[in-house]
């Protein structure tokens, strides 16, 4: 017999005294002696029991004191799902034994016909059924979040790799503008190089989102210690370049030795999509200025990207900030974008064990707090 049924913890909930004292006896003729054997009388201290003691197997009575029928059985399932329960029934009531198994009973036992053989072979169907469920369930929740993954890095690689395509495209569209007014004050050459450069960087910002990719696949996420200010400054280097705006006024209020364990694609992606709006939605009233800075709490660096732009109507839109294709100011046709920015960088957070916040009024600016983990939780 396995040494783990052992150490087994059973809680029989059962009026009868009578009964009690069988189902005791029974369980002293197996051949494995059990640990503990916990009684209760009503469903109330059975959930007492539940509550304040290790169980690792229930047998249920449905017909008790304050507890009737197939809700006796449902009020276990469902409030400690994890937990095998096997349900007593009498010798009229085989249906509602095979109805318990379908509300999450793990067997069911007809009482006056059990002996120490059926015993043993109950309680190992059900803590054997009990470990299937449980490695499923962890196998599922494994698929979800390789799905969750999968899904995250097909948006970053559609979001993400506009970037370098619309620098390519802005210095085509400005040969042929030079072009057409006759002011080539850009030779072909100096364009080529330009669009050089953007292929250059479309291709190593492609091979870097897929062996990240390939990595969480196989190895699990590859954090890497991440020195913020040098970080914050090299996005802010490619962003300007791509928005072909040298002037914006970018205050950095970081240091290298604020440090955050992260996959450093992802922290790209969440700083290029909040500089990115920042950028796109500033206001034509005053010259845009962007702050950068971080502040420390006891488990998280919390990343602050502050803006004086045309600013959020949080109040209208609080349940739309984040969600896929929901783009904020759709009345605005000159500013690009799909919706799929914010909703890319909740998901990127949320899936590392951090949190998002946004403080917003609308034409003053708006501030993203984006706190991550200082060491990663998965």
Known sequence: MNRTLNRIHILLIEDNIADQFLMQEILEKTTFPVK????????????????????????????????????????????YYGTPVIVLTG???????????????????????????????AILYALQRNEA?????????????????LEQFAHIISHDLMSPIISIKASIQLYELEKKHNDLTQTAEEVMDEVYKGVDK???????????????QTSGSKFDTIELSSFTRKV?????????????????????????????????SIMQNLLSNAIKYRSPKRTPKIKIWAESQEEYYCLNVEDNGIGIDMEANKNRLFGMFQRLHEDNTEIEGRGIGLHLVRNIVYSNGGKIDVKSTVDEGTTFIVCLPREPKF
């Open 36 to 79: 503990n054997l916990i009684t209760a009388g009503t469903l109330t201290e059975g959930l007492k029991e539940l509550n304040t003691k290790k169980v690792d197997l229930v047998f249920l009575d449905l017909s008790l004191p304050d507890s009737h029928g197939l809700e006796t059985c449902k009020t276990i399932t469902d409030n």
């Open 133 to 149: 469920q449980k490695q499923m369930t962890k196998t599922m929740d494994m698929l979800r979040g390789y799905n969750q993954k």
């Open 91 to 121: 010798l009229n009531d085989v249906h509602v034994g095979l109805e318990a198994i379908s509300l999450g009973a793990a067997d069911y036992i007809v009482k006056g016909t059990l002996d120490e053989f059926g015993m043993e072979r």
């Open 236 to 268: 802010i280097q490619d962003m300007r370049e791509i928005y072909n705006q040298p002037d914006i006024d970018i205050e950095v209020d970081l240091t290298d030795e604020q440090t955050i364990s992260f996959v450093p694609d992802l922290m790209y």
């Open 202 to 216: 479309l291709h190593l910002k492609l091979k870097s989102l897929v062996k990240t990719l390939v990595e969480q």
